[in-house]
């Protein structure tokens, strides 16, 4: 689990963080502080792994507390979420070596995308104690822009996840059920299954099962375009 701080004054931004963060599996808010000095404090009193950060604040502003974080070397990481769009600041910010910058007004996608990209990354880098070059490139310098690509569960092929996600592509428009899938892609029902399943563990499909008067349980799927750039992993 990874432990968040939030620093930004603005309660409804804070609470519209805390609201995107609570959709995310893996991370723990911990505290919210209003201002840097309170930051500062709050972080000698718990662990943080990941600071949700404002730039723009009465006092000190998000930039100072970053420049705390690296003279004091603080093993924390942030990602700025700020109306700051300007280049110099953006510029600090990441020569301050943020691990990514959200510009205000900004989607849940794209929030999303940020912290399941970091929390990839730290699992990564929590595994293993070195990494070859090709390694570094792809999963943490992002050199290879075809993307990490993942293990499936065991079972499951990637020819045979290609031809699900296309039939799922082609039926997404309203809910459909275990055996249409099966039927666009030629393969039995309980094998279109396993597919289907590992989609909604991806969070990609959310799924309902409806109990008819007689018969077997009807699994409708719903589509999540939100989460749907996590299947590049895996294609």
């Known amino acids: 689990m990874i ?34 000095d309170d930051a500062i404090l709050l972080l000698g009193k718990g662990e943080i792994q990941l600071i949700l950060l404002d730039i723009f604040m009465p006092g000190k502003q998000g930039l100072e507390l970053l420049t705390y974080l690296r003279k004091n070397e603080l093993e924390v990481d942030v990602i700025i979420i700020s109306a700051a769009s300007d280049l110099e600041r953006i510029k600090k910010a990441l020569r301050y070596g943020v691990v990514d ?17 970091y929390q990839q990354k730290t699992r990564f880098t929590d595994k293993l104690k070195a990494v070859s070059q ?24 990637k020819d045979t996840l290609k031809q699900v996600w296309e039939a799922v592509q ?4 309203v809910p459909f059920s ?26 990609i499909l959310d799924v309902k099962v409806i109990y ?8 409708q799927h719903e589509y ?9 992993n895996f294609l």
């Open 178 to 203: 275990t055996e249409e899938v099966a039927n666009v892609v030629g393969i039995s029902r309980v094998s279109a299954r396993k597919y289907l399943n590992f989609l909604k563990d991806l969070g």
């Open 3 to 36: 432990n968040v701080m939030i620093v930004e004054d603005d309660p409804m931004v804070a609470e519209i963080n805390k609201r995107y963060l609570s959709k995310i599996g893996g991370f723990r808010l911990t505290t919210v502080a209003n201002s840097v």
């Open 170 to 173: 082609e039926l997404k428009e």
């Open 224 to 232: 999540n375009q939100i989460n749907e750039y996590l299947i590049k």
């Open 212 to 219: 008819g008067t007689i018969g077997r349980p009807v699994y």
């Open 134 to 157: 090709q390694e570094l490139d792809n999963y943490l310098l992002h050199r290879d822009e075809t993307a990490i690509v993942e293990e499936l569960p065991k079972g499951l092929t």
């Open 101 to 117: 910058y959200l510009i205000k007004p900004f989607e849940f996608e794209r929030f999303n995308a940020a912290l399941v990209s």
